[in-house]
């Protein structure tokens, strides 16, 4: 299994500011993904980190509000941008453990709060 | 467009029940079915999956069974305990092993002592 960090667990911040989160996986991974939770609902999937490429958005989410970085294949950050109280939700990471399992395994998530 | 229903939003039982959770999906067309389970304040933690040519998948006190055809699957759970109290999320991958997640709304379950 993959062992997943994500930085910072949580966070408050003020409306127009940006916030980076970090997500740090202990081994080589191919997929890696970014999800939204907002209060209350499920999981939806925001993007696609791609190593070395763009990342491959979902329909209702933008590279200019949510720009995501990629350098390795253990390391991806997302930058919420010019945020707004509407932002406030658990962002959370995962990956795809290995080829052969297709199972998923995400970070403990980080819990943004927008004023 | 998948989309992904979970029943009952939420269950209370007593210790030592046997239950079952249901999620339901439009499009048959899917790459596996996974659940995982969600406690308050953490990530999700996987519990099964079910690759699309299975039919269910056990562990422990745990067993979740896929009818693609029907979309649905259900995970049993044995002999609940206090400690099983959490948010169970069902999540259906798309086709062609994207590694693409569609989660239902989760069902969140209570074990009473």
């Known amino acids: 299994s993959a062992v997943i960090s994500q930085k910072p667990s949580r966070d408050i911040c003020q409306r127009g500011t940006s916030l980076t989160i970090q997500c740090q996986v202990d081994?080589?991974?191919?997929?890696m993904f970014w999800y939204r939770q907002q209060p209350g609902q499920s999981l939806t999937l925001i993007a696609t980190a791609n190593q070395g490429s763009e990342a491959t958005y979902e329909s209702g989410f933008v590279i200019d509000k949510f720009p995501i970085s990629r350098p390795n294949l253990t390391f991806s950050t997302l930058t919420v941008s010019n945020m707004s109280p509407e932002d406030s939700s658990i962002y959370l990471c995962s990956v795809e453990g290995s080829p052969s399992t297709d199972t998923q395994y995400f970070g403990p998530g980080t819990r943004l709060t927008v004023l | 467009k998948q989309e992904v229903t979970q029943i009952p939003a939420a269950l209370s039982v007593p210790e030592g029940e046997n239950l079952v959770l249901n999620c339901s999906f439009t499009?048959?067309?899917?790459?596996?079915l996974q659940w995982f389970r969600q406690d308050p304040g953490k990530g999700l933690t996987s519990l099964l999956l079910i690759q699309s040519s299975q039919r269910e998948q056990t562990s422990g006190r745990l067993n979740a069974s896929l009818d693609k055809s029907s979309g649905r699957s259900t995970l049993y759970i044995a002999a609940s305990q206090p400690g099983d109290s959490a948010t169970y999320l069902c999540a259906v991958e798309l086709p062609g092993n994207t590694g693409k997640l569609i989660f239902g709304q989760g069902t969140t379950l209570q074990v009473k002592p």
């Open positions: 499009d048959s067309a899917i790459y596996n």
């Open positions: 081994s080589q991974v191919t997929m």
